[in-house]
């Protein structure tokens, strides 16, 4: 059975840091790619930051490239979202997806609909 299990969030202070984790289970970890997501209330779900297993390639979303950094642990099957600078508008919560890494994929690393595995979601908030 597939699961991802998000961690790591809470209330932090505008400029702030944060590290979320997703603890990742039941499939083969170099075969997906791996997807942080975040939705606020009355947004569409925005695709923050991508990694791929067997390469360890990463892609981020304009809105938080240079201030957050993803990372893995292949062999704990581990993925790491660090953010630094956080900012009020960084406050949604925050979901963990994979999905197979297949060619072509690559334009469409931030589509929600090319991953089969979502978890339960952790909650970041930014105060001003």
């Known amino acids: 059975e597939v699961q991802l299990v998000e961690s790591g969030g809470g209330l932090v202070q505008a400029g702030g840091s944060l590290r979320l984790s997703c603890a990742a289970s039941?499939?083969?970890?170099?075969?997906?790619?791996i997807v942080w997501f975040r939705q606020a209330p009355g947004t569409e779900r925005e695709g923050v930051s991508c990694?791929?297993?067997?390469?360890?390639?990463?892609y981020y979303g304009g809105s938080v490239k240079g201030r957050f950094t993803i990372s893995s642990d292949n062999a704990k099957k581990m993925v790491y979202l660090q953010m630094f600078s956080l900012k009020p508008e960084d406050t949604a919560v925050y979901y963990c997806?994979?999905?197979?890494?297949?060619?072509?994929?690559?334009?469409?690393?931030?589509?929600?609909?090319?991953?089969?595995?979502w978890g339960q979601g952790t909650q970041v908030t930014v105060s001003s």
């Open positions: 039941g499939f083969t970890f170099d075969d997906y790619a």
């Open positions: 997806a994979a999905g197979l890494d297949r060619p072509g994929l690559r334009p469409w690393v931030f589509e929600p609909d090319e991953y089969s595995y």
């Open positions: 990694i791929i297993g067997s390469n360890g390639s990463t």
